[in-house]
């Protein structure tokens, strides 16, 4: 399914034609990223109305590749949060590194507040002059390194990855709409500097769905969906990211985790990611094995697929 | 550069703007776009454009295929008698050939149908986590407490930490087997295995019929044994209907002043009480709900709903 828009704001890159090093292959650097008709239309949707993008879907299909993907195909800058169960919402604007001020105070050596200040990536994707300074004016304080990994314009917007939020205490989310939407927060710890953003960053957040997300929160994002891929185009993924598929390989291996894929399915278990799919490839690969009736595959498709778990236990008994 | 307001939900000028700035020309693309954004009932029911409509006009849809004649088998089809083959002209219509009806199904071979837990499955084990933890000081080092005291010239005795919610302190888990449980066998089983996977494997799961008070079995060890309540600060989770299920007329029935008379046994020893109910909380009567955290067992159920049904809980204590 193709749709007629205009595709100025942003077009999805073709995949790679020369093959990445093994090396580089982070899903982070976003070097290798199949994108579809229907993603590239949600990103373009959030650049036009200027929402966060909400990525639900389940584990191993893309979702945080997604954003570095974005960033290094418009070359613009990149920055990641990984949200855990004690992630604030303030974390994402700055963190107060409360523990090193005590111990310089306790060695004599306490500075004021400011120095202790830490921006987050919010602070980074709205003012990156701003947050190198922590607010202050030029020359006050030393400046700190732009965590920035991607090369980019000095005036390149900001792509901003918070990485499963359904992780964070529930209130996080909504504790966010105010300085995504007014592009502007005030650094209570850094003598009230504000922090404005002139250029608004795309923000791409992601979840698992393993809790529900408020609706407030969920009312104000363009939300896309990213379900497993279908054969060809998981065939297509293998292709982007190993090469063309000469022995046949790929084939083998879907053919292999559709069959666990089943038998997971009767236990109500999730199937096996496009994640597993890609690793099961890389280890037949690696190990130079092909899938068939002998030990060392069994070995890969326990290890990769089927992953035997306590609940596997609890069922049994 | 439009600036999206911080308190504005996506609405119509969202979808206006995306559509404007994509410069979309098909309603269909619009209808897409209108899903993305979640606002698909401000289109739906949009009158089509004027070139949609005179589209219309000059394709009309093809009509619909006429309906497949009937299939008679030779074998099963109904043979009218006699008199009625000899009175065929003006045999009435009823006694026309009809097909058999299909030969009976054996229940007992068919398979079942596929299982699907009360719990959406992907938010099993948040809702468990937060139903079934309990508050204790047992997160990282409170730094803010820790400098504050010795800002103040206080001695630290003791590290001060952040309190997280908790499921170190276990739980224990009464399973009512009662009549009025039997539509929830493979629902309840389903339930134990997800909670000894969050509580752990050393969870003591005791099955009762009636009230826990009668006795519980412990199936592992096969034997009855009198209810003993657990250690002070356990959590004890019952999954009940609390007798709602249960024929009016059975006798040994128990009823809400029995249920209150355990729970409050119970409570005396500062356990926390959790009941999993396949039931609205409204038909669990007021004297029982007053002394439980009622979590109703639904698809709908959301960590929202635990955290509101958690407050009733501790209000009520």
């Given at each position: 399914m193709t749709y007629n828009y205009d595709r100025s704001m942003f077009e999805a890159p073709p995949p790679?034609?020369?093959?990445?090093?093994?090396?580089?292959?982070?899903?982070?650097?976003?070097?290798?990223?199949?994108?579809?008709?229907?993603?590239?239309?949600?990103?373009?949707?959030?650049?036009?109305?200027?929402?966060?993008?909400?990525?639900?879907?389940?584990?191993?299909?893309?979702?945080?590749?997604?954003?570095?993907?974005?960033?290094?195909?418009?070359?613009?800058?990149?920055?990641?949060?990984?949200?855990?169960?004690?992630?604030?919402?303030?974390?994402?604007?700055?963190?107060?590194?409360?523990?090193?001020?005590?111990?310089?105070?306790?060695?004599?050596g306490a500075k004021t507040p400011v120095h202790y200040v830490e921006p987050g990536v919010l602070w980074w994707a709205f003012d990156p002059d701003s947050a190198r300074r922590r607010g202050m004016d030029a020359g006050a304080l030393p400046t700190l390194d732009d965590p920035n990994r991607f090369p980019a314009g000095p005036d390149a917007r900001a792509v901003v990855l918070i990485d499963e939020i359904d992780k964070a205490d529930p209130d996080v989310p909504n504790n966010l709409l105010v300085p995504l939407g007014s592009l502007e927060f005030k650094v209570t710890d850094a003598d009230d500097a504000v922090v404005k953003s002139s250029m608004p960053p795309v923000v791409v957040i992601t979840t698992n769905d393993e809790r529900e997300l408020p609706g407030a929160?969920?009312?104000?994002?363009?939300?896309?969906?990213?379900?497993?891929?279908?054969?060809?185009?998981?065939?297509?993924?293998?292709?982007?990211?190993?090469?063309?598929?000469?022995?046949?390989?790929?084939?083998?291996?879907?053919d292999a985790m559709d069959a666990v894929a089943a038998a997971k399915k009767a236990r109500a278990l999730p199937p096996p990611s496009t994640a597993e799919f890609l690793d099961a490839i890389g280890t037949c690969r690696d190990l130079n094995v092909t899938p068939g009736d002998h030990p060392t595959w069994t070995a890969i498709e326990r290890a990769v697929f089927s992953k035997p778990s306590m609940q596997d236990e609890t069922t049994k008994s | 550069m439009r600036r999206p307001n911080p308190d504005a939900e996506i609405g119509l000028a969202d979808l206006i703007e995306a559509v404007e700035r994509l410069r979309v020309r098909d309603l269909a693309l619009v209808r897409k776009i209108a899903e993305v954004l979640q606002v698909e009932a401000l289109v739906r029911k949009a009158a089509p454009s004027k070139q949609e409509t005179i589209r219309r006009e000059r394709n009309p849809p093809p009509p619909p295929p006429p309906p497949p004649p009937p299939v008679h088998t030779p074998q099963t089809e109904y043979r009218p008698s006699t008199i009625s083959r000899l009175q065929d002209d003006t045999a009435p219509a009823f006694a026309a050939p009809v097909p058999a009806l299909p030969p009976p199904i054996d229940e007992a071979s068919e398979p079942l149908p596929p299982f699907e837990a009360l719990f959406l499955r992907s938010w099993t084990r948040a809702i468990l986590s937060m139903s079934l933890a309990t508050p204790g000081e047992h997160g990282p080092p409170d730094l803010h407490r820790i400098v504050e005291r010795i800002s103040r010239g206080q001695a630290l005795t003791r590290i001060p930490r952040r309190v997280v919610p908790t499921l170190r302190k276990g739980v224990q888990l009464l399973v009512d087997r009662g009549s009025g449980m039997v539509p929830f066998t493979r629902d309840a089983d389903a339930l134990v295995r997800e909670i000894v996977l969050v509580a752990g494997v050393e969870t003591p799961v005791l099955h009762f019929r009636g009230l826990p008070s009668d006795g519980v079995t412990d199936l592992q060890r096969k034997v009855v044994l009198p209810y003993e309540v657990p250690p002070a600060g356990v959590p004890v989770a019952l999954i009940t209907d609390f007798g709602i299920g249960i024929d009016p007329f059975e006798s040994d029935r128990p009823g809400a002043r029995e249920w209150v008379a355990f729970l409050r046994s119970v409570r005396r020893t500062d356990s926390r009480l959790i009941a999993f109910v396949p039931y609205p909380r409204q038909r669990c009567a007021r004297s029982i709900a007053s002394l439980v955290t009622i979590v109703e067992w639904d698809r709908r159920t959301s960590l929202t709903r635990i955290r509101a049904a958690l407050r009733r809980g501790w209000s009520g204590r």
């Open positions: 790679p034609t020369t093959l990445v090093e093994r090396s580089r292959r982070d899903r982070r650097d976003g070097a290798v990223y199949v994108w579809n008709p229907d993603l590239e239309l949600a990103v373009n949707i959030a650049l036009a109305t200027e929402r966060p993008l909400l990525v639900r879907g389940p584990s191993g299909t893309g979702k945080s590749s997604l954003a570095a993907s974005l960033a290094r195909a418009k070359r613009w800058r990149y920055y990641e949060e990984v949200v855990s169960s004690t992630t604030e919402a303030r974390h994402f604007l700055w963190k107060f590194e409360t523990l090193k001020r005590l111990s310089d105070s306790q060695a004599g929160f969920l009312r104000r994002c363009v939300v896309i969906k990213l379900d497993p891929p279908g054969r060809e185009a998981l065939l297509g993924i293998a292709a982007a990211h190993f090469g063309a598929d000469a022995d046949g390989l790929y084939g083998k291996v879907a | -």
